[in-house]
């Protein structure tokens, strides 16, 4: 099989020391920590998409990107990106990849065509797999960028568009029970609306709903056990989107009695894009028992879109993977990078160096937090902060054994009340230090 990406050999584990742009220098995979190997923490995917099929285009501009498969064309081209991308997640040691239909096999003329597209390039990938070992993380389908779209998927006014997609979403769980998929994603990109003058919400939504219904049924019928994922965002495309944040898609799963059969898909970049940080939308989902997978990326603060940037923040590494550990882990989700090189990193070495930092970014980030976490540094603070729910009437409030005539009783005779300082300064100190000393 041809080489794609020459002169590029596997990339090692060199050390922090290491000053080579293509070796890692804190992913070790086979590294015990907190009690099993640093990759079995992370499960790290390949994003088929960003790394595959996309050329460095904006809305500015058209693309930049150098790649050892330009200039083919429709299913030449998809087995010259599936062949590329193995051997990518080969060198890098990535055990999975994740996909969109339309990024796997050109759309067609028809939607037989496009599923005869599928059923071939499947049986390729198929065939890579078995050849490598690596697994699919999960698989979704792309429902928002054909211009049918326009008006959304499940939530179009045009039911023909709701019977397409529902189409197209069998086809993908299909391939996606085909290659062993362990989870199944729905990211609603134009589930929402523009203007609510020509928008019937209730009805959209009671659409989602039942959309959502009948790939649950579905699956249950072919025997697809992989996780269903829904993965929140608060806008862009679409001016508004019903599945916002986690809390707004679990108010919506609970009152469409759905909330069993999904968990949630964290992506960082679309945390901040709701206005919360990466660390809130995994702890929301964590408490709620509903942290699946995670999307691994990062926005620029100073752009109000999806940037999709390679996670290098460390101080978000850390109280993400602080998340994580408490959660007991991400199986059967993990690490996907849905990230992309910038634009003006357009050479094939880029790509290697993107998820390299990325890797290395959340790898430390793992390590900080697990000995956050043995030295119960937040823990013990919090503790401590809500001790007063342990003893007396906040044990009886956590109790359920007082209401608001016993608690009024009891506020008069102790109404002097003294508080303690959150010191949030102080933690914010302790967590620098074990990033600075570690």
């Known amino acids: 099989m041809k080489e794609y990406f020459e002169g590029i050999k596997k990339i090692q584990y060199e050390g922090p020391k290491s000053t080579n742009p293509l070796a890692f220098k804190y992913y070790d995979p086979e590294k015990i920590v907190a009690g099993k190997p640093m990759k079995d923490h992370f499960r790290f995917a390949m994003s088929y998409w960003h790394t595959l099929t996309a050329m460095g285009a904006d809305m500015f501009g058209e693309g930049t990107a150098k790649r050892p498969w330009a200039g083919k064309e429709g299913m030449e081209l998809a087995k010259a990106r599936a062949e590329a991308g193995f051997e990518f997640m080969s060198k890098l040691g990535i055990e999975y990849f994740c996909f969109h239909d339309i990024d796997i096999a050109p759309e067609g003329n028809s939607l037989e065509e496009k599923f005869a597209n599928l059923d071939e390039i499947s049986d390729y990938i198929l065939d890579l797999m078995k050849q490598t070992g690596i697994k699919c993380l999960w698989g979704t389908t792309n429902a928002f960028s054909h211009p049918r779209f ?8 045009n039911a023909d568009v709701f019977a397409f997609a529902a189409a197209q979403v069998k086809k993908a769980i299909d391939i996606t029970k085909k290659f062993g998929g362990e989870n199944y994603v729905f990211w609603g ?50 001016k508004h989107q019903y599945d916002f944040d986690t809390m707004t898609v679990l108010g919506f799963l609970r ?54 940037q ?60 697990d000995r956050l976490l043995q030295d119960r540094v937040l823990e013990s603070f919090i503790e401590e902060r809500y001790a007063s729910y342990n003893e007396g009437i906040g044990k009886d409030i956590v109790e359920n054994k007082v209401g608001f005539e016993e608690l009024t009783a009891y506020a008069l005779k102790h109404d002097k009340i003294v508080n303690k300082s959150g010191r949030q300064e102080l933690l914010e100190d302790r967590i620098n230090q074990y990033i600075y000393t570690l």
């Open 150 to 157: 326009v008006h959304g998927a499940s939530t179009s006014p």
């Open 189 to 238: 990109g134009r589930e929402g609306y523009e203007t609510l003058l020509n928008t019937n919400t209730a009805l959209e939504q009671d659409n989602y709903a039942r959309f959502l219904q009948m790939a649950v049924d579905y699956a249950k019928k072919i025997g697809f056990t992989g996780q269903f994922l829904i993965e929140p965002k608060p806008k862009e495309p679409t």
């Open 255 to 308: 009152k469409y009695n759905l909330q069993d059969h999904f968990k949630m898909n964290i992506e960082a970049n679309h945390a901040t894009l709701a206005g919360h940080t990466f660390q809130h939308e995994l702890n929301m989902a964590r408490i709620n028992g509903v942290l699946g997978s995670i999307d691994a990326n990062q926005g620029d603060m100073l752009l109000g879109w999806d940037t999709d």
């Open 310 to 369: 390679f996670p290098t923040n460390i101080y978000d590494a850390v109280l993400a993977m602080y998340e994580v550990l408490k959660n007991g882990g991400i199986a059967p989700g993990g690490f996907n990078f849905d990230a992309k090189v910038r634009r003006g990193s357009f050479e094939v070495e880029d790509l290697f160096i993107g998820y390299i930092v990325g890797m290395d970014t959340f790898a430390r980030g793992l390590i900080i937090a």
